[in-house]
C-alpha cells in the first residue's frame, strides 16, 4: 500500500519528463517521414546511382545500433566541427534512423500500389510528380498506416536512449527518482507504467485515424 | 492528310525481348469510329498503348494531330492531355470521389479553378446519367457504373481522340449493355474514336472501319459490315468464328 502511494506520489515529477519524451518522439518521427516521403520515391524513381545511394543509407541506419549513432552524432561529430545540443543531437540521430525506416515501410506500400494507377494518371497528363502527389502519396499513406503506427510507437520508446546523453525524459527523470530515493523498483515501474499507457493511447488513435482515413468500398475488394 | 487525325506507320513493340506489334500500319480521320478486332495476344492492347507512349515503340512513326508522338522533342503530357484512355479495368482513382476522379485531371493537367472544374465534371456526370454518384466512391459503385465514370473521366478533358481498350471485357454480361449504351451515346456525338473490343453489335452499328488484327499485323481492315459477313481471308474468317461463338456464350 505504502508502494503505490509512493508511486502515485512520483507520477507528477515523472510527466514533466513525459513531456519532453513526446517533443522527442513526435518531432524525430516528423523528421522521419518527411525524409521518408523524399527517400522512397527516389529509390523507386530516381535514376541510377540515386537508388543506391538511398540503400546505402538505409542500410547503414538499419544495421546498426541506435545507440551507437547517437553517440556519434553527440559525440563524435563535434570533431568535425558540428556542435549540437543533447537534445538536437538526439532528435537528429532519432529521425534520421527512423527515416530509414520509414523509407522502406513507404516502398513498400508504393509497390502494393498497383501498376495500372500509375498508367491511368499518365494517360490523363499527369507529370510524374503529380502522380506521385495526388496518386500514390495519398494510397501509400493508408496502406502504410498501421507500419507507421508501429514506427512511432518504436520512437516512443527508443526515446529513452536520449538519458544517455543527458537529455531529461522520462526516463532520466526515473534514474534521478531513483538516486534521491533509493526504491528503483518502484519508480521504473512507473516509468514503464506511464510508456505503456502512451503506446496504448497512441496505438488506439491511430487506429481511430485509419477508420476516418479508410477508402470507402475497398474492404469489398480486399475481401 | 489534314483530315488524318493519327497516322500509325510500321510500328513495332513488345515487352522483355518479346516482339508484339510486328509493323503495323493504321490510320484514322477525324471524326472517324475505328473499332479493332482480334485474338488475345494479338497486339491490339499494345498498339493503343503505344500510341500515347503507355508503351515505348521500338520502331516505327506515329502522328496525332499533326504532332509526331514518337519524337524526340515531343512533350508526352501535351499528347497525353489530348487523348482520353479508357482501360479494361476502369483504373478510377480509388481514394478520391467520384467527382473528384473527373475534376482533379482538369484542375492538375488542364490548370482549370476548382470551382470551373468542378462544374464541367458535374455538368459530364449528368450528360451520362451519373451525378447521382458523384460523391460516391469508385470501388462503392458495379463495374459497369465505375467503367462509365471512367469513360466521363476520359471526355471530361476534350480530348481529340478516345481511345478504348476492351471497355466491356472485364464486366458481367448484364453490367456490359448500360457501358455499350454509353460508348454508342459518344459515338453519336461524333468523336474520333480508337476501340479494341469484341462487341460486335458496337462495331457493326457505330464504327466506320473495322480493323482485324493477328499475330502483331493488321490482316485486313475495311467497312464493318462487309468485313463481319464477307471476310477475304481465312485468319479472318476463323478468327470471327471464335468470337461469334464466344459472344454466344457470353449472352
Known sequence: MESLFFV?????GLVNGLWVTLQISTVSFALGIVLAA????????????????????VEAFRGTPLLVQLLLIYFGLPSLGVKLDAYSACILALGLNSA????????GAMKS???TQFLAAESLGFSQGQTYRYVVLPQALRVAAPALANELITLVKESSLA??????????????????TFRALEVYVAVALIYLVVCTLASQAVKQLESMFKIPGYEKVVA | MNNLLLKVEGLKAGYDGLEVLRGVDLGLSRGEKVVVMGPSGSGKSTLLKC????????????????????????????VRAKTGFVFQQYNLFPHMTVIKNLSLPLEVVKRMPRSEAERRAMNMLKAFGLEEFADKYPLQLSGGQQQRV??????????????LDEPT???????????????????RQGRSMLIVTHELDFAEAAADRLVLMDDGLVVEEGDPWELLHTPKSDRARRFLVKIARSAQSVA
Open chain 1, 100 to 107: 530509414a525506416y520509414q523509407a522502406e515501410i513507404f516502398r
Open chain 1, 8 to 12: 502515485l506520489g512520483i507520477v507528477p
Open chain 1, 163 to 180: 538519458s544517455v546523453i543527458g537529455v531529461v525524459e522520462l526516463t532520466r527523470r526515473g534514474e534521478y527518482l531513483v538516486a534521491y
Open chain 1, 113 to 115: 500500389i498497383p501498376e
Open chain 1, 38 to 57: 523524399i527517400l522512397a520515391p527516389l529509390r523507386i524513381f530516381a535514376p541510377e546511382p540515386i537508388p543506391l545511394i538511398v540503400r546505402g543509407y
Open chain 2, 150 to 163: 471512367a469513360i466521363a473521366r476520359a471526355l471530361v478533358m476534350d480530348p481529340v481522340l478516345l481511345l
Open chain 2, 51 to 78: 500510341i500515347v507512349r503507355l508503351v515505348e515503340p521500338w520502331s516505327g512513326r506515329i502522328f496525332l494531330d499533326g504532332e509526331e508522338v514518337t519524337g524526340r522533342e515531343v512533350d508526352l503530357r501535351k
Open chain 2, 169 to 187: 471485357s472485364a464486366l458481367d454480361p448484364e453490367l456490359r449493355r448500360e457501358v455499350l449504351d454509353t460508348l454508342f451515346e459518344v459515338a
